[in-house]
């Protein structure tokens, strides 16, 4: 299979339950509710998006032919490590990538996360939820939109941007997710929307607030 990646960079992740915590992020091109196009915008599932996943010319960007190839250019992004000379097993924490899009579904497959939990990778990934997550990922984090079916319903994070008529918070409280987190809706009214998100969790505490650094 050939990868398309829009970009892979190191990073701190810089939102959710990982906030902080050093991680390559491997942003594949393509997603499922939105073509990326501004022209599609009103047509679009997702219409408040405002990630660039479209092409492969982004910072570390390209086209892979293998999985093994994509999974050394990962390795060669991981700040402080050698190329291809991985962190033993057992020396602390294990490096970090997180998959995200577009929508990553569309791509990652068997082959590459067997390639990198060889060069011993924790996986997460950032997902719409429309589609099953493949065995073997360690961090499952879904993002669920108004008007898409949600597919994938257990996880380890739901990360609700808030507020989205048709996807109201008490819709997802009986999914199998260990953390419940509102992030509000970045745009002209982010203000208006972070201050109803820290209402609605001092109102429900079973969620948590998640803020973009």
Same mark, same amino acid.
């Given at each position: 299979?050939?990868? @398309?990646?829009?970009?892979?960079?190191?990073?701190?992740?810089?939102?959710?339950?990982?906030?902080?915590?050093?991680?390559?992020?491997?942003?594949?091109?393509?997603?499922?509710?939105?073509?990326?196009?501004?022209?599609?915008?009103?047509?679009?599932?997702?219409?408040?998006?405002?990630?660039?996943?479209?092409?492969?010319?982004?910072?570390?960007?390209?086209?892979?032919?293998?999985?093994?190839?994509?999974?050394?250019?990962?390795?060669?992004?991981?700040?402080?490590?050698?190329?291809?000379?991985?962190?033993?097993?057992?020396?602390?924490?294990?490096?970090?990538?997180?998959?995200?899009?577009?929508?990553?579904?569309?791509?990652?497959?068997?082959?590459?996360?067997?390639?990198?939990?060889?060069?011993?990778?924790?996986?997460?990934?950032?997902?719409?939820?429309?589609?099953?997550?493949?065995?073997?990922?360690?961090?499952?984090?879904? @993002?669920?939109?108004?008007?898409?079916?949600?597919?994938?319903?257990?996880?380890?994070?739901?990360?609700?941007?808030?507020?989205?008529?048709?996807?109201?918070?008490?819709?997802?409280?009986?999914?199998?997710?260990?953390?419940?987190?509102?992030?509000?809706?970045?745009?002209?009214?982010?203000?208006?929307?972070?201050?109803?998100?820290?209402?609605?969790?001092?109102?429900?505490?079973?969620?948590?607030?998640?803020?973009?650094?």
């Amino acid at each position: 299979m050939t990868y @398309s990646v829009k970009e892979c960079f190191p990073t701190l992740q810089g939102e959710g339950i990982n906030a902080g915590r050093a991680a390559v992020f491997l942003r594949f091109s393509g997603c499922n509710l939105w073509s990326g196009r501004e022209s599609h915008r009103s047509r679009a599932v997702c219409q408040f998006c405002d990630t660039d996943f479209v092409g492969v010319d982004g910072d570390g960007g390209g086209k892979f032919s293998d999985a093994e190839q994509l999974a050394r250019h990962v390795l060669a992004r991981w700040p402080g490590s050698p190329l291809h000379v991985p962190r033993r097993r057992g020396q602390g924490r294990r490096p970090l990538v997180v998959c995200t899009g577009g929508e990553p579904l569309l791509q990652l497959d068997a082959p590459l996360i067997e390639a990198l939990h060889a060069l011993d990778f924790e996986i997460a990934i950032e997902s719409n939820g429309t589609r099953p997550v493949p065995a073997g990922i360690d961090w499952i984090c879904i @993002s669920p939109k108004a008007g898409a079916t949600l597919v994938q319903r257990r996880g380890h994070e739901l990360k609700l941007v808030y507020p989205q008529p048709g996807a109201e918070p008490e819709r997802f409280e009986t999914l199998d997710f260990e953390h419940l987190l509102l992030q509000p809706m970045d745009g002209p009214d982010k203000q208006r929307n972070t201050e109803a998100a820290v209402r609605y969790c001092l109102d429900h505490p079973r969620w948590r607030l998640s803020v973009q650094t």
